[in-house]
């Protein structure tokens, strides 16, 4: 995932941009301070000079005014992976989720891995409960289906039955999507490709390719 990780530091201002890192979906299992440190260690090793891990891991923390206060100050926040359901409860409302939503209008980066990708989209399907819940809504009417090339893939058949209309997007492992700004344009990051379905069609893209979200790929 460097590639696409260093586009976003970059996107968000360069290597001393601070970065904050929401280890939330890690804590159903118990595992988000070790979560958190791989993912500090992992920005630093990309030579990021200001990363934190932020103690948000439930509801009740994403509204600590010192978390909400540390969330402001980031130009890239990213969402680790773990359990979707509790990420995206933990910040449905929250007043954390107001902080990132006030970095992106400052022209910030908000992002994640798996589970913290899939809470950004309307749709969200939730593995654990075997459901299709409400995500945060930046993506209108999208779902995105992680780990695309190992399991992913195997629901996009499902979930395009059971929301006909929505966009899924299959992101495989490795790699990424990054909107630049361009037109409201996506691009693909990484090792792997992105594929996008829309009313049982399918498109798939590689490696700088870009892609639009507006519903227009297969009018």
């Not at 490709?193 to 227009?216: C, E, H, M, W």
């Amino acid at each position: 995932m460097a590639e696409p990780d260093r586009r976003a530091i970059e996107l968000a201002g360069g290597l001393s941009a601070p970065i904050r890192i929401i280890p939330a979906a890690a804590a159903p299992d118990n595992n988000h301070q070790r979560a958190g440190e791989n993912g500090r260690r992992w920005f630093t090793s990309l030579g990021a000079q200001d990363v934190a891990v932020v103690p948000l891991i439930d509801r009740r923390t994403a509204d600590l005014p010192e978390v909400v206060a540390e969330l402001r100050r980031a130009r890239l926040v990213f969402m680790l992976g773990g359990f979707p359901g509790h990420l995206a409860t933990s910040l449905a409302g929250s007043a954390s989720w107001q902080a990132l939503l006030e970095v992106l209008e400052a022209n910030g980066v908000v992002g994640g891995s798996s589970a913290g990708a899939m809470v950004l989209c309307e749709h969200l399907y939730d593995p654990y409960q075997g459901q299709i819940t409400s995500g945060l809504g930046l993506l209108r009417n999208a779902l995105i289906l992680p780990h695309h090339n190992t399991v992913g893939a195997g629901w996009a058949q499902q979930l395009g039955t059971s929301l006909p209309g929505a966009t899924l997007i299959g992101i495989d492992e490795r790699t990424g999507m990054i909107n630049n700004g361009e037109n409201g344009g996506w691009r693909v990051y990484g090792q792997g490709a992105v594929a996008i379905y829309q009313s049982g069609n399918k498109r798939t893209f590689g490696a700088g390719q870009g892609f639009p979200l507006d519903g227009s790929l297969f009018a």
